[in-house]
């Protein structure tokens, strides 16, 4: 037990409280086009399809990796390779939420698809700074820092998405105000969150090594000295935007990487079917914005804080691959608990039962996917290989998860069957992960030996 408690020391310093701030600064974009949005639209009389559609726009967070080489690349003139990056787009967020806010849903539907996938874009390009940031910020033989900034980072998401996500919530209930003048408030958090950057530490990392090996590599490919700048601008676009997926498979060998991009798409697609149809489903069954705020929201954050840093310590203590299989098979079970609310009505208890279960699954199986990604990534192109993988996450995630209305919708709102086929989603992804179990057990191996005597 003394030893379990010991490994908090991984958690006291600076970079990983910035990990944590940035964490929030992730989260909190998905207030705007996800719960926020959805209760907007719903409010405003849209269907279940129609609500469930509308979530393509995040097709943005699973095609960032097609620009993600250019923030590994193209150095920003301000507050460096990082954090430029990020600050520039919490700027654009700001700005889109600022124009959705005076919207209205009945005449300018479209306007808003369209400044929700402005918001999209910025948050996705946002997050692939700050994931490079935390990878970047942990030195190599750092396994302990790895799984305590994997803990946070996700302690921080959850905090912006459902901590300041209780306020738009508690704000159309008590206040009066309408959505689209809550959403200006949504934009004042964001630039608060936006302090944040100047007080982290920028990343100290040499590139240059490693980019001109690649230069080297596709130059000896390349020859003539013919139209030497084309020369010269295809070498620059090979190192940016080959260089980084051929580096992943040749370290990996393609069929373990195609193992590991298989296990991250399907490894969350049946908590996004749920999550999507997840306010639609507490409107329905008859609980309030106040119910949503204060139990789907505020007690999810503090669950999901608690055990996003004990899910860092049993990464620590057992491993990456134990803490995803763990949490893999509790998140299927907790699905079924929003089965039984189906059946049984807007019982708060049971409400309060089935969010601290899901809090709890969702925060450990996060923890150990961002310190699993992490793991497998190479700093030189860290922006690039991290958003590779966590975008196809993300594409199980949000673009297939937009027909889960049309779903509800096909089994003539029967919540409860629902429920268990998102449920049964997660055991493909389980599967997978067994498979390539050795791999990864010996990639945390070698992580431990660097740096050891």
Request: hydrophobic residues 55%; glycine residues 8%; aromatic residues 16%.
């Amino acid at each position: 037990m003394s030893h379990f408690l010991s490994q908090f020391k991984a958690y006291y310093d600076r970079r990983i409280l910035t990990v944590f701030l940035f964490g929030i600064a992730s989260g909190y974009p998905w207030v705007m086009i996800s719960s926020a949005m959805t209760a907007w639209l719903k409010e405003e009389g849209l269907s279940r399809t129609a609500i469930g559609l509308f979530s393509v726009i995040f097709v943005a967070y699973s095609i960032n990796f097609l620009w993600s080489p250019l923030l590994d690349r193209l150095r920003l003139p301000w507050l460096g390779l990082r954090r430029g990056w990020i600050f520039t787009m919490q700027l654009g967020i700001i700005a889109a939420c600022c124009f959705l806010g005076q919207l209205q849903v009945q005449e300018q539907l479209y306007l808003m698809a369209l400044a929700g996938l402005l918001i999209a874009i910025a948050s996705a390009t946002q997050d692939i700074a700050i994931d490079a940031y935390r990878i970047d910020i942990i030195e190599q033989q750092e396994k302990d820092k790895l799984s305590a900034a994997s803990a946070m980072a996700t302690a921080g998401w959850w905090t912006g998405y459902g901590g300041l996500g209780a306020i738009p919530f508690f704000i159309s209930d008590w206040s009066g105000w309408t959505w689209g003048d809550i959403y200006f408030v949504l934009a004042g958090i964001m630039g608060l969150l936006s302090i944040a950057v100047f007080w982290a530490q920028e990343p100290q990392i040499n590139r240059q090594a490693s980019q001109q090996l690649a230069v080297s590599f596709y130059e000896q490919r390349i020859q003539g000295k013919q139209l030497q700048a084309l020369r010269k601008l295809g070498i620059w676009l090979l190192v940016t935007i080959v260089e980084p997926f051929r580096e992943f498979f040749a370290r990996n060998g393609v069929r373990f990487a195609l193992s590991i991009l298989a296990f991250i798409f399907l490894f969350k697609m049946g908590e996004a079917f749920l999550g999507r149809m997840s306010v639609v489903f507490y409107k329905e069954i008859g609980f309030s914005n106040t119910d949503i705020g204060t139990y789907s929201k505020l007690l999810n954050w503090w669950v999901t804080l608690f055990f996003a840093v004990l899910g860092g310590l049993v990464n620590i203590r057992y491993g990456i691959y134990r803490g995803l299989m763990i949490s893999g098979i509790t998140m299927a079970a907790s699905n079924l608990m929003f089965s039984l609310i189906a059946v049984v009505g807007p019982d708060k208890t049971l409400f309060v039962a089935a969010i601290f279960v899901d809090g709890f699954t969702s925060a450990w199986s996060s923890v150990a996917m961002v310190a699993f990604i992490s793991l497998m990534c190479n700093k030189t192109f860290s922006a690039t290989q991290y958003a590779l993988m966590a975008s196809l996450g993300v594409l199980g995630r949000t673009f297939l998860a937009s027909s889960s209305g049309f779903i509800v919708d096909s089994m003539d709102g029967n919540w409860a069957a629902f429920f268990v086929l998102t449920a049964v989603m997660v055991v493909p992804s389980l599967i997978f992960l067994w498979s390539i179990r050795d791999k990864i057990n010996q990639l945390e191996a070698r992580r431990d030996s660097v740096g050891q005597p």
